[in-house]
């Protein structure tokens, strides 16, 4: 190896990002040549001195807005404030990144869902409009019952990630509450039914999909909702 | 506990040089990750550090246009590319200060690679997500800014 080519693999060296034969090749030439080593050597310095001597700058306290109960949110349309909401959401999805809970994930997907724009990708209560629509976008079919006559009426669809998943978000409603019901292969593990945060999630699986309830709705409502959607689904 | 927001600030700090600017910055790259964030895959650390990063390069741009068109404005100096030259090295001194300093004189997109790999310990593939370049693109500027760095503490004559 020669001092040019050395010289442009130093940093990545240093880094740690080479892999193993041209690092030996470095080391190598690090080895028989005094003038790289020097530089190396600085480089390894200023390295040092930029980890130690430069501060790392924290977020102010504006930026980290306090924990405040997810009950005190207001639930659908109007009234949201959306700047506020949107720090304390943005907490909640990266925490969920960080340490992944699916109870977490689907209650925040729910909330998030109520925003404006965002309820919906597919606005249709006809469940032969909805079906369809995720041909193609998720790698396979939800149930989608009609479920107007039992005071479910179908809203519509959207696509929602979830835990690494690409799934399926159905959308009932009951009064003026929203049900979300997400859609996802019956492999994934977690949020067996539950409450959280004054939200109440069931679960079922039909075939080989399972499916999650989320809602503010009474908890005896979401229990009807899923007998009946197991009924007809 | 908002575990990114401490780096997100740290990067927009580093880029804008100032606390209120970096405030902003991060407010406005939080919305923007509210609403994109159907759109995730994989990581969100760099995810969304890609957000915060390009947040603070159009506050820089939008500062750089405000400035030209507020002042008379004689091209700012250029530094001249100095580069490290072991032949010509004197003692390099490695003070807080001299080195804040010199870190504030780099172009941001260079400053940015010490940030995120010095301060930030991301790996390459990271730093390539957020800065949006390919990572030959991260290792050149990366030493290039540790070059330069060197360059301006040891004062080479240019």
Redesign the interface.
């Known amino acids: 190896m020669i001092c040019d080519e050395a010289r442009i693999l130093l940093g990545a060296y240093e880094d740690g990002e080479l892999p193993a034969d041209r690092r030996q090749e470095v080391e190598r030439h690090l080895r028989e040549c005094p003038e790289c080593a020097e530089r190396f050597g600085r480089f390894l310095k200023l390295g040092d001195a930029i980890r130690t001597q430069l501060p790392t700058y924290r977020a102010p306290d504006s930026l980290k807005p306090a924990a405040r109960p997810v009950r005190a949110w207001p639930v659908f349309a109007g009234g949201i404030a959306t700047g506020a909401i949107a720090f304390l959401l943005i907490g909640l999805l990266i925490q969920r990144r960080a340490v992944p809970d699916l109870t977490s994930e689907l209650v925040s997907d729910h909330v998030r869902s109520l925003m404006a724009d965002h309820l919906v990708d597919v606005p249709s209560s006809d469940k032969h409009t909805v079906k369809p629509w995720f041909l193609g976008k998720v790698d396979f079919s939800p149930s989608v019952p009609d479920l107007k006559d039992h005071g479910f009426p179908l809203i519509g669809g959207r696509l929602e990630y979830v835990d690494g998943h690409q799934g399926a978000a159905l959308v009932y409603m009951r009064a003026k509450h929203v049900i979300n019901v997400l859609v996802l292969p019956a492999t994934v593990e977690g949020a067996p039914a539950s409450d959280r945060d004054g939200y109440h999630i069931r679960h079922w699986k039909i075939g080989d999909l399972g499916y999650w309830a989320v809602s503010d709705v009474a908890a005896a409502d979401l229990a009807e909702f899923e007998k009946e959607f197991l009924a007809k689904g | 506990?908002?575990?990114?927001?401490?780096a997100?600030?740290?990067l927009a700090?580093?880029l804008l040089g100032d606390?209120h600017d970096?405030?902003d910055a991060?407010?406005e790259a939080?919305?923007r990750?509210?609403k994109a964030?159907?759109?995730?895959?994989g990581?969100?650390?760099p995810w969304?550090l890609a957000i915060v990063r390009n947040a603070s390069m159009n506050l820089i741009r939008a500062r750089k246009r405000r400035q030209e068109m507020e002042s008379d404005s004689e091209e700012v100096a250029m530094t001249g590319d100095r580069t490290?030259d072991?032949a010509k090295?004197t003692e390099?001194s490695?003070?807080?200060e001299r080195?804040?300093i010199a870190?504030d004189a780099l172009p941001p997109e260079w400053r940015e690679m010490?940030v995120l790999?010095?301060?930030e310990q991301m790996?390459?593939r990271e730093m390539s997500q957020v800065a949006g370049v390919p990572i030959g693109t991260v290792?050149s500027r990366?030493?290039r800014a540790?070059s330069r760095?060197?360059a301006v503490?040891a004062e080479v004559p240019e």
Do not use: T
């Not at chain 2, 506990?1 to 401490?6: A, E, I, K």
């Not at chain 2, 964030?37 to 895959?41: H, Q």
């Open positions: 506990m908002l575990c990114h927001v401490d997100a600030y740290n700090r580093w606390d970096a405030e991060v407010q939080n919305l990750a509210l964030y159907g759109g995730l895959r990581d969100a650390k969304y490290f072991p090295m390099i490695f003070d807080a080195l804040r870190m010490i790999r010095e301060l790996s390459y290792m990366l030493s540790r760095l060197l503490l």
